[in-house]
């Protein structure tokens, strides 16, 4: 199967070791699956070389382009100007570290005929075991106050329908976005079906959303949204 176009776009902050490879796999991958294709790199105000990298391969590769922060705007900033920088119908979006096969969204794509959001989950989540607890514990809370059902709300390896984001007024510039963004897509009566996909150990570079001023920050926005819609 195949869409007819596709937006595929990567934050990066502080992702020069993985960049060029990540982009290069999108570019050897997304073909076989979208006749038409864009792939944006998001650099998030980093201070490596990730901007020049990304820079080199915009002017190689004409469906490449970088949109750029001059400053760290965090995860939830980066994949906003993601969203709204993607062109096509159908917006695929994954993290940059190279923790996901990009071939695997071919799993995905049966999921789009009949769904909005159509979004991976990791089967065995290979991340240290002091991430794996929070997330269980984040996800439970975010199950109970929402009342939102899904496998892994954070898995960053989903199929968008464009008309999703243009109706959803997304405001978190924390790791919360992908729960704000699925709260309120199932608000407004988007349908949501997930497929299980495999995740792998990073090899290169560090994580960072899960410092302390992350997490604080994304469960500010998660208890701010809960009022808002009480």
Known sequence: MKLANLSVFFPAYNEETNVVETVEE???????????????????????????????????YDNVRLVNHDVNRGYGGALKTGFESAKYDFVFF??????????????????????????????????????????????????????LKVHDIDCAFKIIKKKVLDSVDLKSESQFISAELLIKAKKKGFTLNELGVHHYSRETGKPTGNSIKAVVNSFKELFKLWKELK
């Not at 570019?27 to 901007?51: C, H, Q, W």
């Open 94 to 147: 994954s993290d940059i570290d190279r923790q996901f096969k990009l071939a695997e969204i071919e799993r995905l794509l049966p999921l789009t005929e009949y769904s909005d959001i159509s979004a991976g989950y990791r089967m065995k989540r290979n991340d240290p075991i002091h991430r794996l607890i929070n997330a269980k514990a984040y996800n439970i809370l975010v199950r109970i106050l929402f009342g």
């Open 26 to 60: 999108a570019l050897a991958t997304i073909p076989k699956y979208a006749d038409e294709f864009e792939v944006i790199i998001i650099n998030d105000g980093s201070k490596d070389r990730t901007k020049e990298l990304s820079e080199g391969l915009s002017s190689k």
